[in-house]
């Protein structure tokens, strides 16, 4: 009788554990093995749009496809710049919020200009250069990324790659395995820091070894018949920088040729081959890390730095980019290939955005009567440095010019017994008066009003009370502080905040619209997706006409 009772307690028990497991597990089973999410630096939402007929079925197309296409997507603040959009996508938080207010920016405590990733506490690991001492130790709040490290006990793989280092290190948070950025120079390797890892895993150490990276020191030509490229300007204009060494900016290149002049391996970035390579390593990481083989959903955060790098030089409208954007094509359809094969279909889910767009050259928009021009920021400053030397007595009074921001030096404020409002607002109604600087605000305007719509309310989510300057004024339209050759970004206005952002994969519907979505809403919508706590300081909204 004994035994009977024990049997059959035996028999609950492990029934209902088994119950239990099977719970626990099938709900895992519900989330996808692998999140990939891709940041391509720099890519206009016309991007896909205007160079659509070119993409072949497996890359953008079939994203766009299967998967759900938020065309109207924005980023909801300024300055469009590479760290804030990067560490914005996956914090679905602002830089009034995460704090990465720049790329660079002039910290009014350390009174010394600091880089988004840069961290003097940490060594470089896979050079001896100081390439590697980097970290997300700036950024404030958690990403996703984190969020799922958090939820699943660590269980949940993290890894970041990039060829910017900012690319690889803000995506993948402060609680990543490993994230890898490429170290160009004479060296040509992937590293990290030690604020991960040691030393470099043996998957890291073999693939530098392979020294794979310098097969692409090759022609650079166009993929197809350039005069198919009819989506961009003529090959030879005035509006693009080009490589030293070659008398003009047209195809091909011989990168063999070219690479002594231009920084060695420095010259692969700022070709299409740049994306190859993080391709390559990409593909090397899902393998060497075991990515997406077990149940606890591993996150990979991808940056596609290239499609920058050619835009600063060439321009957005150059046959160089079009020629990038054709090849990224190529490689988003070898990674969605190979995680078909490797983590099955339908076993993993890939978003797609951008960290920020970019302006047509200005120089080429004046040949075609759009009110656009240059910025000569150092005259700029000259003059407001000159009015107040006469308004003050001493220019002491400004510490720092930068982003579009005027830091004042509190010190000398009070040695001078001047008050705060008093010469902000000086300085304001100072340079709303110069020409081509279309609005100027005080910091205590930003902290002091809540704006809801416009560039105001832009310009309030980049503004970080702690960290931004005094005043922050906003150039014309189209209007850059830039050389007159290629492409930048870091306003306000459509041509930078217009990105495109697609969905793809489990759990993820077919669809498109117009409706505005924002670039916070992308890690909510990922955090909804995987059941998992939103990133700290998110302030987006899940999308969910986006999720099954
Ligand atoms: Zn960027
Ligand atoms: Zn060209
Ligand atoms: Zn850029």
Redesign the pocket.
């Known amino acids: 009788m004994k035994n009977i009772v024990s049997f059959l307690f035996l028999f609950i028990f492990v029934f209902s554990s088994q119950a239990q497991s099977q719970v626990v597990s099938s709900k895992q089973n519900d989330n996808p093995k692998l999140v990939v999410g891709i940041v391509v630096d720099q890519m206009r939402y016309d991007y896909l749009t205007r160079f659509y007929n070119k993409y072949g079925e497996g890359g953008f197309k079939r994203m766009i496809n299967e998967g759900y296409n938020c065309k109207n997507n924005h980023f909801n603040y300024v300055p469009t710049y590479t760290g804030p959009g990067h560490t914005s996508v996956y914090t679905g938080a602002t830089p009034k919020y995460h704090g990465i207010i720049g790329n660079n920016w002039y910290d009014k405590e350390l009174k010394k200009s600091v880089y988004c990733a840069g961290d003097e506490t940490v060594q470089s690991v896979g050079t001896t250069d100081i390439a590697g001492q980097m970290s997300p130790h700036r950024m404030k709040t958690t990403t996703f990324a984190d969020e799922n490290r958090l939820f699943t006990q660590m269980r949940g793989k993290t890894i970041g790659v990039a060829l910017k280092d900012r690319g690889a290190i803000l995506p993948a948070g402060h609680t990543a395995n490993a994230a890898y950025w490429f170290h160009g120079k004479d060296e040509g390797n992937w590293i990290s820091s030690t604020f991960y890892i040691k030393e470099l895993p043996k998957w890291v150490l073999n693939f530098n070894k392979k020294k794979s990276v310098a097969s692409y020191f090759k022609e650079w030509n166009t993929y197809y018949d350039i005069s198919t490229y009819t989506e961009s300007g003529s090959?030879?204009?005035n509006f693009?920088g080009g490589f030293k060494g070659k008398e003009t900016?047209?195809?091909p290149y011989d990168l063999e040729a070219l690479k002594k002049q231009n920084g060695n391996y420095e010259i692969l970035k700022i070709s299409a081959y740049g994306n190859d390579i993080t391709t390559d390593f990409a593909l090397a990481a899902i393998e060497g890390e075991q990515l997406g083989e077990d149940n606890y959903t591993d996150i990979l955060t991808l940056s596609y730095s290239s499609s920058d790098y050619v835009g600063h030089n060439?321009g957005v409208n150059?046959?160089?980019v079009q020629d990038t954007y054709i090849r990224l094509d190529k490689n988003l359809e070898r990674l969605f290939s190979y995680l078909d094969a490797n983590i099955g279909k339908n076993q993993y889910t890939v978003f797609l955005t951008a960290d920020h767009a970019a302006v047509d050259v200005p120089a080429y928009l004046q040949t075609v009567k759009i009110p656009a021009g240059y910025i000569d920021s150092k005259a700029q400053k000259n003059k407001f440095m000159e009015f107040v030397e006469a308004e003050y007595g001493t220019a002491d009074l400004i510490e720092n010019v930068s982003n579009n921001q005027v830091f004042l030096n509190r010190a000398k404020l009070k040695e001078l017994d001047l008050d705060l409002d008093d010469v902000q607002n000086a300085i304001v109604n100072e340079i709303i008066n110069y020409e081509h600087i279309d609005k100027a605000y005080t910091a205590t305007t930003m902290s002091s009003t809540e704006f809801n719509s416009g560039i105001e309310a832009l310009l309030q989510k980049g503004f970080n009370q702690k960290k931004s300057g005094d005043v922050i004024f906003v150039y014309d339209p189209a209007f850059i502080s830039y050389s007159k050759t290629g492409s930048t970004h870091g306003s306000g206005l459509n041509y930078d905040t217009h990105v495109p952002l697609l969905f793809f994969g489990k759990g993820i519907k077919h669809g498109n619209t117009f409706q505005k979505t924002e670039i916070t809403d992308i890690a909510p919508t990922m955090s909804a997706l995987l059941g998992i706590s939103f990133p700290n300081g998110a302030i987006g909204q899940p999308l969910e006409f986006v999720l099954e």
Request: glycine residues 0%.
């Open positions: 090959d030879l204009n693009e900016a047209t195809f060439f150059s046959k160089e």
